[in-house]
């Protein structure tokens, strides 16, 4: 049996080593890492990503896909049932690092069934709707901030959008600041910002289109 980790890097800003660090810290072990970079969630179905492809001709009955939440296998609600329904189906347990979820075909309960693919529902609308609420504030961040040219924004924020959730998430959980520090690359200054003002934070990655 083989536990494989799988990652999506859409943007030059965001770092493959962040989700494998924060993986391995919750605990999880994995025999390979595949991995897609500059590809969209959102666009490009798990199928169509060149590692995605190779990814479904290496999984097996038994083995085991680890990714950091469910935004990672797509963020088209349709795209993210289909794909996991169809690697269940193939008997492929799917793990979360994010909660450490788990999710297994092999249930012959109705009930549990249900439960499951409710679950498995739920999050993937979270995963789209997330994206198209970011979009959103983007779009209105770049109108605000056009409309006042003279006004002054602020210091630019020093970390990335996908920084900052790694940040909020490994604070969710028992890492300390140094080793969020280590993960991330920013000073514990700025982990500090994040921690003490998650919302002006957010905020400035928003003025900034980032």
């Known amino acids: 049996m083989t536990t494989v980790f799988y990652a999506r890097v859409s943007t030059a800003d965001q770092n493959l080593d962040h989700q494998i660090t924060q993986a391995k810290q919750t605990g999880f072990e994995f025999d390979e890492v595949v991995s897609d970079h500059g590809v969209s969630g959102v666009s490009t179905r798990l ?40 690697l269940l189906r193939k008997g492929v347990i799917i793990k979360t690092v994010i909660n450490r979820m788990t999710f297994d075909g092999s249930t012959n309960d109705p009930m549990q ?75 514990r200054q700025t982990i500090y910002r994040i921690k003490d003002k998650p919302e002006a934070s957010e905020k400035a990655l928003t003025m900034w289109g980032m």
């Open 47 to 86: 199928s169509e990503r060149p590692e995605g492809k190779r990814l479904f001709d290496m999984l097996r009955h038994g083995d085991t896909l680890v990714v950091r939440w469910v935004d990672r296998l797509g963020r088209n609600y349709d795209d993210v049932t289909d794909t996991m329904r169809l």
């Open 113 to 187: 069934g249900a439960v499951r693919d409710a679950l498995i529902a739920f999050m993937a609308a979270m995963a789209q709707a997330e994206t198209e609420t970011r979009k959103a504030a983007q779009k209105a961040g770049i109108e605000a901030a056009r409309g006042k040219a003279d006004k002054y924004r602020g210091r630019k924020p020093t970390y990335s959008r996908e920084q900052f959730k790694l940040v909020q998430d490994m604070l969710s959980g028992s890492s300390t600041i140094s080793e969020i520090s280590k993960s991330t690359g920013l000073s």
